[in-house]
C-alpha cells in the first residue's frame, strides 16, 4: 500500500498552486508537441546569456557521433580579463524528460555559477526522444564533451578542469555520461553535479508511487519520458546503463558527485539510492535531500528559503571542488 506523501514546503506549496493551470504533473505522448510549441520556448530565446555584458556568447556546431548528424554548443566566455591560468570549464546537459527542451534551458542558473567562480559554460544541443531514441541523446552529450576537451584551450579553458553538469534528464545524461566516458576510457572530468537527476526507467519507487499526481513531474510523466527514450524496453531487463544510470552494475572510479532531490518528488528513492551506491563502491558523493521539495523547485520559485539554500549547495560544492 502506498503511504501519504511528505508535505510541500510552505512557500514551495504556495508557489506550486500559482502555477498548477499552467503544469500539469502528468505529461502524456499527445502532450510532449504542444508543450515543445508552447510559451516557454520563447521565453527561452529571450534569456540574456551575456549576463549583461559578463560573457561572450557563440553557437557553435561541431561534429557528432559518428555516422550521425553534427551538434550544436552553446559556448559562453567571462568577458572578464583572462586569468593567469586557464578557467575550469562546466559541461551543462539540459533537462526537459527526455522529450523536450534545449541548450539555452537551465542557463540562468548555470551563468550564475560562472560569473561567481569565473568560469567556461558550454551547453550542448542533444537530439529528442521519441524522434531519437536511446543512444541518439548520450552520444551526442558524449560527442559534445570530446569537442570540449578537445578545443578548451581555444575557449581559454582547462581540459583538465572540467566538471559536468545536468538537472533532470540532464541530470541522467550527465550521469551516463560520468559511465561513459569511464569506460571509454575518455577525458576525466574532476566533477559531475547531477541535480533531481532521473536516473531509473523502472519508476516503480517508494516515491514514484507516493508522489502519482502531484508536483510537476509524476510517474505518469515520467513513463512517457522513458518510454519515449526506450520503447517497449523501459523497465524490462535490457537496458543499458548509458540510458538509465541506476542500471549500471558498478558505480567505481566516477568523478567525486553531487546529488541533490526534493523528498517531496518522484525521483527521491532513485537519486538516494544512486549515492548510496556511489559510497558503497568506493567513490566520492554529497548527497542533499531538501525537505518538502518538489522536482525542480529552485526554478519554479528561486526566491524561496528552501531554493536559496539549494542554490547556495551548488556554488558551494563546486568552489570545494575547483579549489582541490
Excluded at 509524476?218 to 546503463?241: I, K
Excluded at 548527497?287 to 551548488?314: E, K
Aim: glycine share 10%; hydrophobic share 40%.
Amino acid at each position: 500500500m502506498t503511504s501519504q506523501p511528505p508535505p510541500f514546503d510552505p512557500e514551495l506549496a504556495a508557489a506550486l498552486e500559482l502555477i498548477k493551470d499552467v503544469i500539469q504533473p502528468g505529461l502524456s505522448p499527445e502532450d510532449i508537441e504542444a508543450v515543445r510549441r508552447g510559451p516557454g520556448i520563447a521565453l527561452l530565446a529571450q534569456l540574456d546569456l551575456t549576463a549583461g555584458g559578463s560573457f561572450e556568447v557563440e553557437d557553435r556546431t561541431v561534429p557528432g557521433p559518428e555516422g550521425s548528424p553534427e551538434i550544436s554548443l552553446l559556448i559562453c566566455r567571462p568577458t572578464s580579463p583572462a586569468p593567469d591560468r586557464p578557467r575550469p570549464v562546466v559541461y551543462h546537459v539540459h533537462g526537459g524528460g527526455m522529450v523536450l527542451g534545449d541548450k539555452r534551458d537551465g542557463m540562468g542558473v548555470i551563468l550564475d555559477w560562472a560569473r561567481e567562480l569565473d568560469l567556461v559554460v558550454v551547453s550542448v544541443e542533444y537530439r529528442l526522444a521519441p524522434e531519437h531514441p536511446h543512444p541518439a541523446p548520450v552520444e551526442d552529450v558524449y560527442a559534445g564533451l570530446l569537442w570540449t576537451a578537445e578545443h578548451a584551450k581555444e575557449l581559454g579553458a582547462d581540459p583538465e578542469r572540467i566538471v559536468i553538469a545536468g538537472a533532470s534528464a540532464g541530470g541522467g545524461l550527465t550521469a551516463a555520461l560520468a559511465l561513459l566516458l569511464r569506460d571509454r576510457r575518455g577525458p576525466r572530468p574532476i566533477g559531475q553535479l547531477l541535480m533531481c537527476p532521473m536516473l531509473d526507467d523502472r519508476n516503480d519507487t517508494p516515491s514514484s508511487h507516493q508522489m502519482a499526481g502531484l508536483g510537476v513531474w509524476d510517474r505518469t510523466a515520467n513513463e512517457t519520458g522513458w518510454t519515449a527514450l526506450l520503447g517497449e524496453r523501459r523497465g524490462g531487463p535490457d537496458v543499458s546503463p548509458y540510458a538509465a544510470p541506476a542500471r549500471a552494475e558498478d558505480l567505481s572510479g566516477l568523478p567525486p558527485a553531487f546529488l541533490d532531490v526534493g523528498s517531496a518528488e518522484t525521483f527521491r528513492d532513485e537519486v538516494v539510492a544512486y549515492a548510496s551506491r556511489i559510497w558503497q563502491a568506493g567513490g566520492v558523493a554529497e548527497l542533499h535531500v531538501w525537505p518538502g521539495g518538489f522536482h525542480g523547485f529552485d526554478g519554479f520559485a528561486p526566491q524561496a528559503a528552501l531554493s536559496r539554500s539549494a542554490r547556495a549547495a551548488h556554488v558551494d560544492w563546486l568552489r570545494r571542488l575547483l579549489a582541490e
